[in-house]
């Protein structure tokens, strides 16, 4: 049974720095991993998808890279901003199989001003 | 594309009552899933369609949980009869297959009291 980690739980930084948030998953046999945001009392927003052929995707201020074999996804963010403050869940999807994503329980930033 | 619009956003139901989530999914996406958020156990899958044809309910607690997709359009997630427990926010998302992520609704913050 595919089990995803992120570490750490909850991060506080300054504004301005740049910051890596991990993720871990048990079972490398995965499709894709995906990135999302959710603000407090919100829905998800997607931030970056990684195809299992890939080795990182960037959108901005964001980049997400992708080791399959070691079972590792690192989401960094560059210049944090106090708008960057939520909750970053990742998720992966199995290769074969079951289609729905399991996810991780997710890393709660706060970015001080 | 509105996105993935679920309805209604809040329920405060008492002990008992019967509560209905309803989900429309962005159209041409072949997957709809349903998944329940808590404090405690995070984002778990209860159930998904493909094609209008559940797949997979093996997340679904217990038979007073049901769900339905009639069309490619419409889904919904019925409680019958609800308990505090039941408390969460629910969230439907779709997929088109193999070609994009998942696109998530904003949810469905029920309250049983």
């Known amino acids: 049974k595919q089990e995803v980690t992120q570490i750490p739980a909850a991060l506080s930084v300054p504004e301005g720095e740049n910051l890596v948030l991990n993720c871990s998953f048990t079972?490398?046999?995965?499709?894709?991993l995906q990135w999302f945001r959710q603000d407090p009392g919100k829905g998800l927003t997607s931030l970056l998808l990684?195809?299992?052929?890939?080795r990182e995707q960037t959108s901005g201020r964001l980049n997400a890279s992708l080791d399959k074999s070691s079972g590792r996804s690192t989401l960094y963010i560059a210049a944090s901003q106090p708008g960057d403050s939520a909750t970053y869940l990742c998720?992966?999807?199995?290769?074969?199989?079951?289609?729905?994503?399991?996810f991780g329980s997710g890393t709660r930033l706060q970015v001080q001003p | 594309d509105a996105g993935v619009i679920q309805s209604p956003r809040h329920e405060v139901t008492e002990m008992g009552q019967e509560v209905t989530l309803r989900c429309k999914p962005i159209?041409?996406?072949?997957?709809l899933f349903w998944y329940r958020q808590t404090m405690m156990r995070g984002l778990e899958l209860l159930i998904y369609?493909?094609?209008?044809?559940?797949?997979?309910d093996s997340g679904m607690p217990e038979d007073r949980f049901s769900a339905k997709m009639p069309n490619a359009s419409f889904s919904t997630l019925k409680i019958q009869p609800s308990e505090p427990r039941d408390s969460a926010v629910y969230f439907c998302?779709?997929?088109?297959?193999?070609?994009?992520?998942?696109?998530f609704g904003s949810g469905t913050r029920l309250t049983v009291v």
């Open positions: 159209s041409g996406h072949d997957y």
């Open positions: 079972d490398s046999a995965i499709y894709n």
């Open positions: 990684i195809q299992s052929s890939q």
């Open positions: 998720a992966v999807r199995p290769r074969t199989g079951r289609r729905a994503l399991t």
């Open positions: 369609f493909n094609n209008n044809v559940p797949i997979d």
């Open positions: 998302a779709s997929s088109f297959d193999r070609v994009i992520g998942y696109t």
